[in-house]
């Protein structure tokens, strides 16, 4: 089992900047790839950015150039540093963490953390 906790949501003014941070327990090693997921109201959960344990990233179009995601694998930690937020950025951000086996893959999700964006 793997648990995950997130911090660093918050409110801010459109331009501004917010860096959230998942914290992972348990069963650690066996976690493959990290990444964050936003879901705001009345929309499904979409992928913001992932990275491997070898340090890949990828992100979704959206946020590319504003948002950049890091691993401090010895802390167990994931980070999104979050730069000129936008009103659409307004959503519930929930840490992932993945593990991929012989049967196929896993997914664990932490409580998600709240970033809402003012214009």
């Known amino acids: 089992q793997v648990q995950l906790v997130e911090s660093g949501g918050g409110l801010v003014q459109a331009g501004g900047s917010l860096r959230l941070s998942c914290v992972a327990s348990?069963?650690?090693?066996?976690?493959?790839?990290m990444g964050w997921y936003r879901q705001a109201p009345g929309k499904q959960r979409e992928l913001v950015a992932r990275?491997?344990?070898?340090?890949?990233?990828n992100y979704a179009g959206s946020v590319k150039g504003r948002f950049t995601i890091s691993r401090d694998n010895g802390k167990n930690t994931v980070y999104l540093q979050m730069n000129s937020l936008k009103p659409e950025d307004t959503a519930v951000y929930y840490c992932?963490?993945?593990?991929?086996?012989?049967?196929?893959?896993?997914?664990?999700w932490g409580q998600g953390t709240q970033v809402t964006v003012s214009s």
């Open positions: 992932n963490a993945r593990r991929y086996s012989s049967v196929g893959e896993y997914d664990y």
């Open positions: 348990g069963s650690t090693s066996s976690i493959n790839v």
């Open positions: 990275i491997t344990g070898s340090g890949s990233t």
